[in-house]
């Protein structure tokens, strides 16, 4: 048997010894894998829906204070003059309005109007699977694949959005959750529904073919700073910058909480384990075992044992994300597992078996050997 | 015994003293002893009067604080690397076998042979050899806790044997075991010295366990009182008992 599959067996001995240890160290990881995989999920989520398919970038209006009108992500409406003095910026090849607002539908908690004018749907990516466009100067809506299902409608249907009626007469995917949850009609409408006609809420802004993104921002940064702000990135924007602040925050929190209860449980599981073995560690030590052999042989016993706890945990959180996702707590949130949840998980598994196993691995070095064969 | 002035001296051991408690307890008082190589020493005397911590020594389990004490060349006193020297020259047999419960027979019997860098393949064929030589191979990949005492104890004797050590040092390898068992075990350890030619030191507090010794070795309060005179041995323990 290689040295590896005895390190593998000794932590099952107590299985339910082990167990314990597992499940302690499998929550933190499990905690951290799904918190992880929701801010992922929230970062990429928010930045579809800020990049919106063809754009370079999107300009909002600076949100003043904490009072102002928060409108989709998180910032002011503003005056549709803009779009024209935009689109005159030299370098900008188009200036979309969009107009964006949040409702609540009997059938959902969030339900996202996105108005738009119709010729300019190819910016928005929108693939149209069964139906057609919507026509400016109607009350036609388009709906989200998702946004179809929850309300379990179908195209010839209506659909009752803050009581005015709209027909729905498509149905579309654009791989954004944000924007499947909800519908696009025109401009018109969906100002109207929010009673803030004149004003939009973001212009997505094509440059140039030969234009550099970063020169244009800069020049609509300029000129109208004041009362715009442009957006080219998720970190532009406070209020996501926050949240994902905070998600991290917590996420770090936790993996420092679960770094010591996990460490503090797997001294106590692996100290025991050694005192249970004392004997046996004396045999080995009367067998010619040299004391890095037997502290490495401890050590590798607690990382197997945070390992497992890791694979489970990791595992675990999985489950518990997908679960939230059917649930519909958090309807906005399509959870993104990247490779580096795992690794920092993973890490933090191998750092608490470490860190955990080095105390009992050196009680059970400095054992004497006689004592050690003498003990009852 | 001086049967052929051939043989090496294995065991060299001068003044040897070793106290515990601050003092306290004297376990061995100050011992000389010489072992020739491929000799059969048993060391027998009343429980408490040193034999194990003798026996501890000689396997550099523990270390003396005065005297000089060489062992199959090695300078125990001196040497730093006393598990390589466990490892390679010394099998060790203790009254209780102390398997390892989670791991086969096997693989128990594979114990000591990690220190030896064998592949997992050589050590279990080497394992196995062990086993059928004490007649246990076809209890190879069964659980120690399966096994009988006196099996358990076979089992602890194939992996003394593991390494092919130069000694193989006893301490009251039958005290657990029934008269029947015991006298079966003692056959297999006096087999392996005489076929293996190997260094065999048992510790026991019984006679007759102790006769079968090419020279009998008495300790009493750490102190060797005869180590020729059989007869003279036995007397001494009627009366004291
Ligand atoms: N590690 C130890 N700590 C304290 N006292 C010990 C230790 N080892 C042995 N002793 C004491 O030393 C004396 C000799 O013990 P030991 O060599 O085990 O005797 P024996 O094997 O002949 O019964 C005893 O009094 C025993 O209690
Ligand atoms: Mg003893």
């Avoid at chain 1, 599959?5 to 990881?29: D, H, Q, V």
């Avoid at chain 1, 969009?98 to 059938?107: A, S």
């Avoid at chain 1, 990516?125 to 009350?139: A, F, N, S, V």
């Avoid at chain 2, 209890?139 to 006196?150: C, F, H, M, N, V």
Wanted: some cysteine.
């Amino acid at each position: 048997m290689s040295f590896l599959s005895l390190i593998i067996k000794n932590p099952f001995r107590n299985k339910s010894r082990a167990l314990l240890a597992i499940i302690g160290i499998g929550i933190g990881i499990a905690t951290i894998i799904a918190l992880g995989a929701i801010t992922e999920g929230m970062i990429s989520s928010a930045d579809d829906t800020l990049r919106a398919g063809g754009s370079d970038f999107t300009v909002s209006g600076k949100v003043e204070g904490e009072s102002s009108q928060m409108v989709g992500f998180g910032t002011s409406s503003f005056d549709d003059d803009y779009v024209d003095k935009l689109a005159n910026v030299s370098g900008v090849d188009r200036a979309v309005p969009i107009y964006m607002t949040l409702l609540m539908t009997k059938n959902s908690p969030y339900f996202a109007v996105i108005g738009m004018n119709p010729s300019d749907y190819k910016i928005a990516e929108l693939t149209i699977t069964d139906g057609r466009m919507y026509k400016d100067g109607t009350d036609e809506i388009v709906l989200g694949k998702i946004a179809a299902d929850n309300e379990e409608k179908e195209v010839g249907d209506t659909i009752l959005l803050d009581d005015k009626e709209f027909d729905i007469v498509g149905i579309y995917e654009s791989g954004n959750s944000y924007q499947d949850q909800g519908g696009f009609t025109s401009l018109d409408n969906s100002q109207k529904l929010s009673d803030d006609e004149g004003k939009v809420s973001t212009i997505y802004i094509k440059v140039d073919k030969d234009a550099d993104v970063e020169t244009v921002e800069k020049r609509i940064d300029d000129e109208y700073g004041d009362n715009l702000t442009t957006i080219s990135s998720l970190s532009d924007l406070d209020m996501v910058k926050n949240m994902i602040d905070m998600l991290n925050g917590a996420s770090l929190a936790i993996s420092i909480l679960a770094v010591v209860i996990g460490a503090v449980g797997i001294i106590n599981t692996m100290l025991t384990s050694v005192y249970e073995r004392t004997r046996e560690l004396g045999v080995l030590k009367a067998v010619g075992w040299s004391d890095g052999k037997i502290l490495l042989m401890i050590i590798g016993e607690s990382i197997v044992i945070t390992i497992v706890a890791g694979i489970i945990g990791s595992i675990a959180g999985i489950i518990g994300v997908e679960l939230i996702v059917l649930s519909n707590i958090m309807p906005l949130l399509t959870p993104i597992y990247t490779v580096n949840i795992f690794v920092q998980a993973f890490s933090i598994a191998l750092f608490v078996g470490i860190i955990g196993g080095i105390y009992p691995a050196l009680k059970a070095v400095k054992l004497p050997p006689t004592e050690a064969l003498r003990y009852e | 015994m001086n049967s052929g002035d051939v043989m090496s001296r294995i065991v060299e051991i001068r003044d040897l003293k070793k106290s515990y408690e601050d003092g306290n307890i004297k376990a061995l008082n100050g011992i000389s002893l010489d072992i020739e190589e491929g000799e059969f020493v048993s060391i027998i005397g009343p429980s408490g009067s040193g034999k194990s911590t003798l026996l501890n020594m000689l396997g550099a389990l523990d270390i003396a604080d005065s005297g000089s004490i060489r062992v199959a060349g090695y300078d125990l006193k001196e040497n730093k690397k006393l598990n390589v020297f466990r490892g390679d020259k010394i099998g060790f047999v203790f009254q209780l076998h102390n398997l390892i419960p989670n791991i086969s027979v096997c693989e128990n019997v594979e114990i000591p042979m990690y220190t030896q860098g064998l592949s997992s393949k050589d050590m279990r064929k080497r394992s196995l050899e062990l086993l059928d030589e004490v007649g246990l191979k076809d209890k190879a990949d069964i659980r120690p806790t399966k096994l009988s005492g006196g099996e358990r104890q076979r089992v602890a004797i194939a992996r003394a044997l593991a390494n092919n050590p130069s000694i193989i040092l006893a301490d009251e390898p039958t005290g657990s075991l029934d008269s029947k068992t015991s006298n079966r075990i003692l056959e297999l350890l006096i087999n392996l010295h005489k076929e293996e030619k190997v260094t065999l030191i048992v510790v026991t507090h019984d006679m007759e366990v102790a006769k079968l010794a090419d020279r009998i070795i008495e300790v009493l309060d750490g102190k060797i009182i005869n180590a020729e005179d059989g007869t003279l041995l036995e007397n001494k323990i009627r009366v004291e008992n």
